[in-house]
T-cell receptor, first 113, second 113 residues
Framework: AQTVTQSQPEMSVQEAETVTLSCTYD???????LFWYKQPPSRQMILVIR??????QNATENRFSVNFQKAAKSFSLKISDSQLGDAAMYFC??????????FGPGTSLSVIP | NAGVTQTPKFQVLKTGQSMTLQCAQD?????MYWYRQDPGMGLRLIYY???????DKGEVPNGYNVSRLNKREFSLRLESAAPSQTSVYFC????????????FGPGTRLLVL
């Protein structure tokens, strides 16, 4: 079975500091996509970053970057210079070749002023 | 552009009642999805539609039906609501299946008494 695990239900970070959210997944496929989505209190789901498994280079998007370790099936999200607006639930997601997206249970991030 | 819209935003049902959740997108996307979000479980796929005229079951389809009315609209129907269907429901769309970014609606909060 394909699964996505986020082992940190809650995390906190001081404003302007760096935080890393963990994600691991399980699949037998070799070609797939990985995503991090952000869900603020408004409940709107917002794409943060996307990684294609065939690309060895880690994706970056402004203050957000990933550490993609394909052999270890690990896909962590690093947020640099954390801002109050980064406080949200973060979901790691994995898209299979069968066009289904599997989401992890989420990590709730708090930013401390 | 409105993106993905969902109606209603909030609904209370009694056990056994039926209702239809509406979803529409104005991005000319081919693929549309219905998810439910429960605490601690992330998002789980109920049904998806890869293109107009096709629908497929996701992870948790029991108790639901869907209709892809046209390219823009994808509705989710609960024929006989149960308390276990109390959840937040999200509709999403993407330009095509196969690892494209999904765009989410604002969600519908459903309470079944």
């Amino acid at each position: 079975a394909q699964t996505v695990t986020q082992s940190q239900p809650e995390m906190s970070v001081q404003e302007a500091e760096t935080v890393t959210l963990s994600c691991t997944y399980d699949t037998s496929e070799s070609d797939y996509y990985l995503f991090w989505y952000k869900q603020p209190p408004s409940r709107q789901m917002i794409l943060v970053i996307r990684q294609e498994a065939y690309k060895q280079q880690n994706a970056t998007e402004n203050r957000f970057s990933v550490n993609f370790q394909k052999a270890a099936k690990s896909f962590s999200l690093k947020i640099s210079d954390s801002q109050l607006g980064d406080a949200a639930m973060y979901f790691c997601a994995f898209e299979t070749s069968y066009d289904k997206v599997i989401f992890g249970p989420g990590t709730s991030l708090s930013v401390i002023p | 552009n409105a993106g993905v819209t969902q109606t209603p935003k909030f609904q209370v049902l009694k056990t056994g009642q039926s209702m239809t959740l509406q979803c529409a997108q104005d991005m000319n996307h081919n693929s549309m999805y219905w998810y439910r979000q429960d605490p601690g479980m992330g998002l789980r796929l109920i049904y998806y539609s890869a293109s107009e005229g096709t629908t497929d079951k996701g992870e948790v389809p029991n108790g639901y039906n869907v209709s892809r009315l046209n390219k823009r609209e994808f509705s989710l129907r609960l024929e006989s609501a149960a308390p276990s269907q109390t959840s937040v429901y999200f509709c999403a769309s993407s330009s095509r299946t196969g690892r494209e970014t999904q765009y989410f609606g604002p969600g519908t909060r459903l309470l079944v008494l």
